[in-house]
């Protein structure tokens, strides 16, 4: 894909030196809902820099597994672990992308400006910031439009905007692509690219193989709540670990 | 049916030559009644949006005791006010009795349990929405509820109309507060129900054409802006 992204400029860069929060540990985390355990006993460390991507059949707590991760939800047992002081709040140093964009009933300006101010950015700091990302989103001309005027790729660009303002340490996208068409998501990934080559942490999931396969560096493979591996991308696409993930990868599993 | 023809022709003339004693009673009603909205609306929206956004013991009994309350009946909130602000009154001592504040006091009471409820059942349904969304940015609950206020907007202007409407309508509580005292305390309402029993039709009749063409009037406009708005941003 050939996206032109404008050249990164120094607005983007943080602000000030901030803690690191990862390494991120999940220890023994379960959730249940509804009297059922969705979660099963999943353990892992999350390193900074490779791509993570959660991959599963439906069901199998992928955003489960993020929201957990995110702070939006709280471990029936277990427990999530992120470093520094600021880790575990969700809006500080983590951002996530939903499915479906939740934009606010203002200006596409208005939905990053409000972001901004939730994380303390003074109010003359934030034009600056709200113009960098919209540009470097090819979303400068629709500004002042409503945001939920926007096509659903657009909002979606603006999702991610909106949270590339908030300069995450680490980043969650649940499906960002899914009811997107193919140019959509050319460029929703192109942006996901830059980000992680600034040096934002992408933890996705996805039912697109082939978009798992451009992107990611490491795969947690989800079954039934279970995590059942950890591995490097290209192992994972070419020799699994797990009878599941193969029979996932052929389009064989029952779930 | 000639007294009829005849004291509408009167109630015109009234309205036509914009009638002195008609244009004092309208301007008294449109202040108290739009006080008590606006009294409603500081209480209403934060008291609704908090029984949104908030999980607490007690708060389903809180909701259907604030249901209920939208159907208060204005001569006894106007009978309770008067206890309270009567000169043997727990409130007698600042002399509230009989005075338009007393009146905004009253029709306050009334608004504020139906700009609340309403408000409480917009924003919980906002809520749903942007719930995720919001607390991922890092907003708190109590962080959110001027966003999700500001959100519902539109939705709002119609639970702020209800209680005007509501506050512009009642008789019964102005009636026992204010006391319809001629140039102090006279509402179209209570003035409407004077002129009547007095026989006096015409200006009865001139009050209720302003009153129902202000409602009117009110109604058309906000219901032109919240159609306009809600198609440009939602």
Redesign the interface.
Known sequence: MSIAMPAPVADLAPRTKRADILPLSVENVCFDAGGQRLIRDISFTLEAGPRTFILGPNGAGKSLLQRLCHGLLTPSAGRVRWQGPGGHAPGREQAMVFQRPVLLRRTVAQNIDYALKLHGVARADRAPIIDDVLSRTGLARFAKSPARHLSGGEQQKLALARAWATKPQVLFLDEPTASLDPAAMHAIESIIDTMHNEGTQIVMTTHDLNQARRIADVVLFLYKGRLLEKTPADAFFNSPESGEAAAFLKGELRW | MTDITQAFVTALQLLVTLDDNLVEIVSLSMQVSLSAVAVSVLIGLPLGAALALFKFPGRDAIVVFLNALMGLPPVVVGLVVYLFLSRSGPLGVLGLLFTPTAMIIAQAILVTPIVAALTRQVVADLWV??S??L?????SPA?AIP?LL??ARFTLVTAVLAGFGRASAEVGAVMIVGGNIDHVTRTMTTAIALEVSKGDLALALGLGIVLISLSLAINAATYTVKVRAEA???
């Open positions: 929405e942007y995720e969304q607390r991922s940015l890092g907003a962080g966003a500001y959100d440009a941003w939602a």
